[in-house]
C-alpha cells in the first residue's frame, strides 16, 4: 500500500503532535507553578529570620509597635532598623543573626523584606478601615503569634476578599479585640448585629470601585 | 538584516527554550517591602504630604502645595493662601512635576562637552576670579532670567560688594519691558498696575492677555469669574481688542481680532465703536488692560485713560531693578571685554533677538558657564554647563506678581549633581554657605516655620503707591503697515522651557487644538487671500529674515497678520522636544519683540501634518455648548428627562455628581494635565493623536458659534443610564452604589464596544503599552491609582480614588463625607472654580445649588442618558449699542 501522506505532511503532523504536548506541558506548568502553594511565596526565606512566634507569642508585643501606621494608613507599615534597635541595641546585640539589622542601621541601606501577602497592583487594600470595622489581624493573617516564620495562611484570591464583604457579621471582633491574636467573633448575635450595623450595605462593600480604581 | 535561515533542528531548539523560559517566567515576580533606615519623623507610608512651595512660569511667582508619597513629589496642587494661586493652577504647574522626573534632564557638570568634576569648575572659576580681584571684577557678567527672588537679588548686591564693577543682565524672552517702559513714561517709575477686576464693571482688553500668560494670570481668571456672575441681572462686560487668539478673545463679549498697529489707531483715533465702548466703561467702572505687544506710549495713554475712568486699578512698585539689557552684554562679548560670563538659567543661544546674535559672541568668551536643567543650545556654545536642580530640589524665594514672598523648599534630594542658582553664585561671592542658609537669611525677621507651612510670608506685598499719570505720555509711533508678524509664548511650551515636557507637548491648545506642534495662525480671509489651508506651508519674510511653517486657520486671528508661537524649534531640548515645530525666533528681533510690521507672506510648496485633537469646530444645530443672552436669561430652555416606566434606581448613600460652568470656563486646560498628573494618564505621541488615540480623560472641546469661541469641558458624564454598560460582554463597565459608572481594568478584555457606544467619546483605549519604563518617570505616579496596560479601556473616574480616601477617613470616625471633602483633580486645579463636584443626597450641597441654576443643561439629552456630569451655560453680555464684534 502506497503512503497514505507524503513526507512533508508527516513531519507537519509529527510537528503538531510536539506542538500540543509542548502546550499543555507549558498550560500545566504555568497554572502549576501560578498557584500560591506552589509559586514559594507562602513563607519564603526572609533576610532575618525573624520570629513572629517569640516576638508576638511568646514576648506579647502589640502589632502596632511595628507595624505602626495600621490604623491610619493603608499600609500597616514595617519598622524601620531603628525600631528593631530599640530593643536590639540592648538585647543580643552582637548576635550574629541580626549583622544585616546593625548594618542598615549603620550604613543607612535598608533592608529587603520578602513580601509575603502581596496583592495585584489593581487592587487597593486599606489596613485602616478594616481595623476600624472591627476585621482583626488574625482574620487575615492567621495565628501569627504561632509561626517561627511568617506564612501567608489566606489565598487572597478576590473570591476568598468577597467572601468576607458579602457576608462581614461573622467575621467582625469588638474594637477591643482586633488585635488580640486568641480573640474570637463574638457568638451572641445581637453584639454581631451591632458591630454589622457600623458597616456600609453590602452593595457597597462589593462594588468594584471599593477595591479596585 | 541578514535574511534568516532556519534549520529544523534550530527550530526546534529555539521552540524548546522559549516554551522553557516562558513557563519559568509564570511565577509572581517576588517583591521587596523596602523599609525606612531610619524612620523620618511624622512619615506615614501611604498617606501623602502636602508642601508648600512656589515657583515662576511666566514672570511671578504661582504658590503650590506639592504632594510627596513617602518622599516622591507627584501632584502639584495650588496654594489658597497664595495671591498667585489662590488654590488654582497653571498648566505649567501642573506639569512641572513631569519636568523633575524627566530622565533627560542633566544630570553631571560638562566642560566643553565632557563630563567634568564640580571640583574642576570650582578651580576654573577661582582662576578667573583671581584675574579679577585687582580690576574689581571688570569682565565678569552675569545673565540672570528672573531676578525677582529676594535671596538672589541679596546674593547679587553683595556680589557688586566684592566687585564692584561687576556687570549683571537680565535676559527673560517673555519679557514685560514695553509695560514696564509705559509706565516710566507715565509715572516716571516701572510701576505695575494690579487690577481689580473683580470690581470692574467693564474690561476693555487691548492685546492683553491677562488669562493666558500674564503673571497673575490665575488671580485675574479667578477675580474675572467673580465678575462674570450676574447679580442683580448685572455683570462684567467684556471688550477684547486682539492680535492673536487668546483666552481673553474667547471669553469676550465683543471681540475685535485686529492686528497691533490697528489697535494702536484704534486707541487714539475716533470712532464710532470707541465711543460706546467707552461710554459704557465711564458709566460702568471700566477698566483698560493693555498687552505687552503695544508700544510704551500706548500703556502710558492707557495709564491715563484708566485714571480718567477712576478704573478699579493700584500701582505696587517693584524694587528697583539693577540689571542692564541683553544687548550690552552682547555688545562686550563682541569687544572682548568679557572673561568669564556666568548664565543663570534661561537659554539666550535659542531666545536671544536674531540682530544680537548671541550664539556667535558667546563663542569669543574665553570661560562661560551655564546652569540649565537640561544641556540645551546654550550650554553647547558654553565652557561649562551645569545641571540646575528642579525648583522642588533647592531652597529658594519668589515673589509672586502683587509681591507676596514665598519660600522655595525642596520636596526631595537633588536627583542628580545639580546646584541651584543660588549655590553656583557662591562660587562668585565667596560665602561658605548653603542654599538654605542664605535663604534663611534672608528671611531671619520672619516666621519662618509659618512661612513654610502655609506658603507665604505675611505682608510682604509691595505696597500701593498713590499716583497721577502725567498728561501728555507722547504720541504713539506709527508703526509699519502691511502684514503683521505676531509672536506669543506658545501657551504650553512658553518660550521652549517646557520643550521636552510631553504633557504639555500632547495639550490640546486651546483655541487651535494642536498638539505636538506650533502653526503659523491665519484668519480664514488671508488663508483665502493666499490659498492656503490648514498643513500647507507659507514663507513668512521680513527684510532679509524668512522662515517658512505651516499654516493654521482660524477665526480668532487678525485679518494680514499672521502669529507665530515662540518655544518650538528646538535642536537641544531633548528627545521629546527636538525637531518638533518652527522655531520662531530667527524672525524676533530687539526692536519689535512682540509685533513685526512689513511682512510678506506666500504660499510655498509642500505640506505639514497636523496633529489635532478636534477636527471639527461647528457644532450643526446640536446645542452643544449653549450660550444665553444676559438679558433673555429667563428664555434659557432645556430639555426634561424623559418619563420612564420603570422606577428611578434607589440610591440610599452617596450620589456623585459634576457641574461644569461654562460661564466660568476659560478653556485654559489646567483641568486636563491635573487630571493627567492625578491618574497616571500616558502621552501617546504625535502620530497616536492623529489616529484619534489620545488619552486625556477631560477634554476641552472649543466651538466657533456666533462669532465667538465656545469652551466646553468633557469628561465622563457618568450616565444613570449609560450607553457603555450594556454592550460590555465582560461586565467591564459597570455602575456602582453611588452612582459612578465604573470602568474595572482587570476585567477589560478590549473589545471597545463601549468607546463605540458612548456619544460623549470619553472613553480612552490603550493601544499600546504606554507605561513608564524608566525608572525616573515610574516614580511619579499616583500610588493610589492603577497604571494601565495595553488593551485596556479608560477613563475619567471622577477621581474615585479621592472618594475612597475620603470615604475611609468619613469611616473611620463614623460619620458621612462632609460636602467640599472630596475635591476632584480637575476641579482643584480650575483658576475659575467652573467645576463643582458633590453629593446630590446631600440637600444642602454646593453641587446641588449649581444643579438648581435655571442654566443648567445635560449634554445630548435627547439621548435620555442621564448624565450625572452637567453643564450651565454660559451668559453673553453684549453691548446693545454696540453691532459688530
Known amino acids: ?48 529570620p525573624f520570629s513572629h512566634k517569640h516576638h508576638v507569642g511568646d514576648d506579647g508585643i502589640d502589632c502596632r509597635y511595628c507595624h505602626w501606621s495600621v490604623e491610619k494608613s493603608s499600609f500597616a507599615g514595617i519598622p524601620s532598623a531603628q525600631v528593631c534597635l530599640t530593643c536590639h541595641s540592648q538585647l543580643f546585640s552582637d548576635a550574629p543573626i541580626l549583622e544585616p539589622l546593625r548594618e542598615s542601621a549603620r550604613t543607612g541601606v535598608p533592608i529587603r523584606w520578602v513580601r509575603v501577602h502581596d496583592l495585584p497592583d489593581f487592587v487597593f487594600f486599606d489596613h485602616g478601615i478594616h481595623l476600624a470595622k472591627g476585621v482583626g489581624c488574625v482574620e487575615c493573617h492567621g495565628r501569627v503569634d504561632r509561626m517561627p516564620r511568617i506564612e501567608r495562611v489566606a489565598s487572597l484570591e478576590m473570591q476568598w476578599c468577597l467572601g468576607c464583604h458579602r457576608d462581614p457579621a461573622p467575621h467582625l471582633r469588638r474594637p477591643q479585640d482586633v488585635f488580640d491574636m486568641a480573640s474570637q467573633p463574638p457568638r451572641d448575635a445581637s453584639v454581631r448585629a451591632q458591630l454589622a450595623s457600623r458597616l456600609l450595605s453590602e452593595q457597597r462593600l462589593t462594588d468594584c470601585s471599593t477595591c479596585h480604581r | 538584516m541578514p535574511p534568516v535561515t532556519l534549520t529544523r533542528r534550530n527550530f526546534l531548539k529555539l521552540g524548546a527554550a522559549a516554551a522553557a523560559l516562558a513557563s519559568g517566567a509564570c511565577s509572581r515576580p517576588r517583591e521587596p517591602i523596602v523599609p525606612y533606615a531610619h524612620q523620618p519623623e511624622g512619615e506615614l507610608p501611604g498617606v501623602p504630604r502636602f508642601y508648600a512651595t512656589a515657583a515662576c512660569f511666566v514672570g511671578a511667582a504661582e504658590g503650590m502645595l506639592v ?7 507627584t501632584k502639584v496642587e495650588g496654594n489658597t493662601a497664595h495671591p498667585g494661586s489662590l488654590g488654582a493652577t497653571s498648566v ?110 467693564a474690561i476693555l482688553s487691548l492685546d492683553s492677555r491677562f488669562l493666558d500668560d500674564h503673571p497673575y494670570r490665575l488671580n485675574y481668571a479667578r477675580q474675572f469669574a467673580r465678575a462674570r456672575t450676574p447679580r442683580d441681572g448685572q455683570m462684567c ?131 562661560s558657564v551655564h546652569l540649565s536643567l537640561y544641556e540645551d543650545e546654550t550650554s553647547a556654545r558654553c565652557t561649562w554647563h551645569v545641571p540646575s536642580t528642579h525648583f522642588m530640589e533647592h531652597w529658594s524665594d519668589a515673589r509672586a506678581f502683587d509681591g507676596t514672598a514665598a519660600i522655595v523648599q525642596p520636596l526631595i534630594a537633588p536627583l542628580y549633581d545639580g546646584v541651584s542658582p543660588h549655590e553656583l553664585l557662591l562660587l562668585l561671592t565667596g560665602e561658605g554657605k548653603g542654599g538654605y542658609d542664605l535663604v534663611r537669611e534672608t528671611w531671619r525677621d520672619t516666621d519662618w516655620d509659618g512661612a513654610l507651612r502655609t506658603g507665604v510670608i505675611q505682608d510682604s506685598a509691595f505696597p500701593a503707591s498713590p499716583v497721577t499719570p502725567r498728561v501728555s505720555p507722547g504720541s504713539i509711533p506709527s508703526q509699519q503697515q502691511g502684514w503683521q508678524v505676531r509672536f506669543v509664548a506658545d501657551e ?18 486651546a483655541d487651535s487644538k494642536l498638539t505636538w506642534d506650533n502653526a503659523a495662525l491665519l484668519s480664514p480671509a488671508s488663508a483665502k487671500e493666499l490659498g492656503v489651508a490648514n498643513g500647507d506651508l507659507v514663507d513668512i519674510a521680513i527684510g532679509e529674515r524668512r522662515l517658512r511653517a505651516p499654516a493654521w486657520v482660524t477665526p480668532a486671528q487678525a485679518d494680514a497678520s499672521v502669529t507665530l508661537p515662540l518655544g518650538y524649534g528646538r535642536s537641544r531640548a531633548g528627545a521629546i522636544g527636538n525637531g518638533v515645530g518652527f522655531d520662531a525666533n530667527p524672525l524676533r528681533t530687539r526692536a519689535e519683540p512682540w509685533n513685526a510690521g512689513g511682512a510678506r507672506v506666500t504660499k510655498a510648496p509642500g505640506r505639514h501634518e497636523f496633529a489635532t485633537t478636534q477636527n471639527h469646530a461647528r457644532m450643526e444645530g446640536r446645542d452643544l455648548a449653549r450660550h444665553v443672552d444676559l438679558t433673555h436669561m429667563d428664555s434659557f430652555r432645556k430639555e ?79 450616565c444613570e443610564n449609560a450607553p457603555c454598560e450594556y454592550v460590555c460582554p465582560v461586565e467591564a463597565s459597570v455602575h456602582d452604589s453611588e ?93 475659575t472654580n467652573a467645576i463643582m463636584f458633590g453629593d446630590l443626597s446631600d440637600e444642602k450641597s454646593e453641587i446641588n445649588r449649581a444643579k438648581r441654576s435655571p442654566l443648567q443643561y445635560d449634554l445630548l439629552a435627547e439621548l435620555n442618558t442621564r448624565p450625572r456630569t452637567s453643564y450651565a451655560a454660559r451668559i453673553v453680555n453684549r453691548n446693545p449699542e454696540l453691532k459688530d464684534g
Not at chain 2, 440610591?651 to 461654562?662: C, H, K, Q, T
Open chain 2, 640 to 718: 426634561r428627562p424623559r418619563n420612564s416606566l420603570y422606577p428611578g434606581w434607589p440610591y440610599d448613600g452617596y450620589r456623585w455628581a459634576m457641574s461644569i460652568d461654562l460661564n466660568a470656563c476659560i478653556g485654559c486646560n489646567a483641568c486636563t494635565i491635573a487630571c493627567q498628573a492625578e491618574n497616571n494618564i500616558p502621552t501617546v505621541g504625535k502620530d497616536q493623536v492623529i489616529a484619534g488615540r489620545e488619552m486625556h480623560w477631560i477634554r476641552v472641546d472649543r466651538y466657533y458659534e456666533d462669532h465667538r469661541t465656545l469652551f466646553q469641558p468633557v469628561p465622563c458624564m457618568h
Open chain 1, 1 to 48: 500500500m502506497a503512503q497514505l501522506f507524503d513526507p512533508p505532511a508527516i513531519l507537519g503532523i509529527k510537528l503538531f503532535l510536539i506542538a500540543i504536548t509542548l502546550a499543555i506541558a507549558a498550560v500545566w506548568v504555568t497554572f502549576y507553578k501560578a498557584l500560591p502553594a506552589h509559586s514559594g511565596l507562602l513563607s519564603p526565606q526572609q533576610p532575618i
Open chain 2, 92 to 201: 505649567h504647574g501642573q506639569a512641572s512635576v513631569l519636568g523633575l522626573w524627566d530622565p533627560e534632564r542633566s544630570k553631571a557638570p560638562r566642560r566643553r562637552g565632557l563630563p567634568a568634576t564640580r571640583g574642576a569648575l570650582e578651580r576654573d572659576i577661582a582662576d578667573a576670579l583671581a584675574r579679577f580681584r585687582d580690576s574689581g571684577g571688570e569682565g565678569l557678567r552675569l545673565l540672570v532670567r528672573d531676578a525677582s527672588s529676594p535671596t538672589l537679588l541679596r546674593q547679587l548686591d553683595r556680589l557688586v560688594k566684592r566687585f564692584p564693577r561687576v556687570r549683571v543682565h537680565r535676559w527673560d524672552p517673555l519679557h514685560r519691558d514695553r509695560g514696564r517702559e509705559g509706565a516710566r513714561l507715565a509715572f516716571g517709575r516701572p510701576l505695575e498696575p494690579l487690577y481689580r477686576l473683580e470690581e470692574a464693571g
Open chain 2, 67 to 73: 504632594e510627596s508619597n513617602t518622599g516622591r513629589p
Open chain 2, 492 to 509: 504650553a511650551l512658553l518660550d521652549g522651557r517646557f520643550a521636552n515636557n510631553a504633557w504639555l507637548q500632547e495639550l490640546p491648545r
Open chain 2, 739 to 831: 452612582g459612578l459608572n465604573v470602568q474595572v481594568y482587570n476585567r477589560c478584555v478590549g473589545t471597545r464596544f463601549c468607546s463605540q457606544n458612548c456619544p460623549y467619546k470619553v472613553r480612552r483605549f490603550n493601544f499600546f503599552d504606554h507605561t513608564p519604563k524608566d525608572e525616573s518617570l515610574k516614580a511619579q505616579m499616583n500610588p493610589e491609582v492603577t497604571v494601565r496596560m495595553r488593551g485596556v479601556m479608560e477613563k475619567c473616574t471622577y477621581c474615585v480614588q479621592r472618594i475612597t480616601r475620603a470615604r475611609i477617613e468619613a469611616e473611620k470616625q463614623g460619620r458621612r463625607i462632609s460636602d467640599g471633602e472630596v475635591i476632584t483633580a480637575c476641579q482643584a486645579a480650575c483658576p
Open chain 2, 237 to 367: 462686560r467684556l471688550y477684547a481688542l486682539e492680535s492673536a487668539p487668546s483666552l481673553v478673545g474667547a471669553m469676550a463679549d465683543h471681540r475685535f481680532a485686529m492686528s497691533v498697529p490697528a489697535i494702536e489707531g484704534w486707541l487714539s483715533g475716533k470712532n464710532a465703536t470707541y465711543d460706546t465702548i467707552f461710554k459704557d466703561l465711564r458709566q460702568n467702572r471700566g477698566v483698560i488692560l493693555a498687552g505687552e505687544a503695544l508700544s510704551p506710549q500706548a500703556h502710558a495713554l492707557v495709564h491715563r485713560l484708566n485714571a480718567q475712568l477712576g478704573a478699579p486699578v493700584s500701582y505696587i512698585e517693584p524694587p528697583r531693578e539693577e540689571t542692564q539689557p541683553l544687548a550690552d552684554l552682547v555688545e562686550a562679548m563682541r569687544k572682548g571685554a568679557v572673561g568669564l560670563l556666568v548664565i543663570l538659567e534661561g537659554n539666550p543661544a535659542y531666545d536671544a533677538p536674531l540682530d544680537l546674535d548671541f550664539g556667535a559672541a558667546l563663542a569669543q568668551v574665553p570661560l
